[in-house]
């Protein structure tokens, strides 16, 4: 009996603590959901967030990639100063173009209304980090090549203009306890003295904490470049500046933006169809820009393949040196490929005339002589004129000078048949050229090599018939000023020995030529018979 008296009090104890253990967890799981819910909603009312005024998001006006269908985007404001983005307010000067469209930096295309809500949303989630841009990757700065370095980012790449540096911000995962650090020269001859570097850095997984805030987000890459060096001359300017920003940018059809330092506003001027077609958006004056934009990827330096040259197999889309000669055809809007040289067009409109019983008169083939106003200059100008036209040929003489308009030059340069001229940088406007129309390149005196260097190798390249006359010691005028026994007129390749100064005193800058007549006109004679061909 009495074991079972104290069996049944015991039992009830035990239901009784058992039950207000049930009541106390509850109690506890309770408080601590309220708990909870007060710390989230305290994170979400105080916490941290984005405004407005934290990024700015650029806009950049679209622009048609084929200059014949549109007009190109303007690279200079009305004061005819470099149009720089404002990095504290984010806006672009100039309106819309195209139909009522425009192009945000997301590089969505929206109408001005219908879609205004679907761009906000899309800037947002740019903001907060949702667009996506592909796996990031590390920065690969290649320091191998002679003529050039560069680096590409991929990922997180900030640009910061005010002190000419590239960051790269890794993901959490792949940051370590250093950084590596370039300093790259961003034009394609790394080797020459007046090229500031620009700083290329991969951030540390501490530095990565404190990263400059980006002050505008862009979606399209952004290449920086110098456009400085020894440009000056179309040889300079297409072989050092033009045809390594081709190699470098074309693949990207307009997609993408020039960061540009040490900005030459006569040089965008004077290329402006060429960089507007290259680039949709406007030119930032890296030097001058006190931002931090942010891009997917950034591309630093520009390559280069050669002097005057693209080799197919190192482009993306194995492009080729008459792959340009093509392009800048196309973009100052000339005559397209497959529509022959004028002698021969004109030709065939006289035979239709006649077969329509009109009777013409034959056509001449047109000759543009250049004649340079400084050194390598034809001091007999006026009998080579009347030696060109008694050959049968219509003469235009021109004078090109860095401040011509290349649209009008390059129509010219295309109305021809032949162009003619000393050795030197004006001979570059043969892209111009129709596919086998000529170029006649009178050679100085210890110029040989140079000649077939810079002109006679891609003049072949691109479709373009290639002549040389070679002048004889007597037709410089180095003859007449030191003599026939003197090293630069008797042995020019002991002058090339002593170094590049030595060589460019005589063969570039001292000598003229004076054409002699009757050793030149069996030149000309042989060149009307290779148009009649």
Known sequence: MAANSFSAPAQAVKGVAKTLAHRRQAVVGFLFALIVILVLHTTVVFGPSWSTNDIVVLQSTSGEQNARTSSPPALLAPNNSIQVHDIDNGQKDGAAKNDGERRDQLGQTVKNDANDKMKEDLVGQELDGDVKHGAPGKPICDLSDPRYDICEITGDARAMGANRTVLYVPPADERGTDGPEWAIKDQSRKNLGDIKEVNVKTLSAAQSLVAPECTSRHAVPAVVFAMNGIIGNPWHDLSDVLIPLFITTRAYDGEVQFLVTELQPWFVDKYRLVLTNLSRYDIIDFNKDAGVRCYPHIIVGLRSHGDLDIDPARTPRNYTLLDFRLYIRDVFSLPPEGQGIPYKEANKKNAASNDNGTVTENPKPRLLLINRGESRKFVNLPEVSAAVQAAGFELLVMEPSRDMG??????????????????????????????NAVLLQVVGLGLEREALHYYGNQAKAVMVQHIQYFISAEESTLYEKYGKDHPAVSDPDSVHKQGWQGAKRYFWAEQDIRLNITRFAPTLHQLIRTLRE
């Open 406 to 435: 290349m649209e009008e030059f390059a129509r010219a340069v295309d109305s021809c048949d032949v162009l003619m001229g000393v050795h030197g940088a004006a001979l570059t406007n043969f892209f111009f050229l129709r596919t």
